[in-house]
């Protein structure tokens, strides 16, 4: 099993707990979220859903704020500010050519 595969489970398996938790059952995190039963099931195995399947089942459940503090933490990268700091330092990169 690779880590992907891995990865799927053990989300589903922590958005299950947490609705166990929170303690509503299958069909009403399923209504709550507006997808079927078997939706939410597939997602709490890990079996291929969707990142949407997942936020709404996160929201029915009241859990979404774990994506939204992810998120927020996350910093936003850009290339050309980047390049204006290493030229800024002195150190211009490299431009990578193609080979012919």
Not at 31 to 49: D, I, M, N, Q
Not at 51 to 79: C, F, H, K, N
């Amino acid at each position: 099993m690779n880590t992907i595969d891995q990865s799927e489970k053990e989300i589903g398996n922590a958005i299950r707990q947490f609705r166990i938790r929170k303690g509503y059952s299958l069909d009403e995190t399923a209504a709550r979220s507006g997808l079927s039963p078997t939706s939410v099931r597939s997602l709490e195995l890990g079996r291929g859903s969707t990142v949407g399947t997942m936020l709404r089942v996160l929201a029915a459940i009241d859990e979404l704020d774990i994506i939204t503090e992810w998120t927020s933490r996350s910093e936003s990268y850009s290339p050309i500010s980047e390049a204006r700091k290493a030229k800024m330092r002195g150190k211009t990169p490299q431009r990578v050519r193609r080979k012919r």
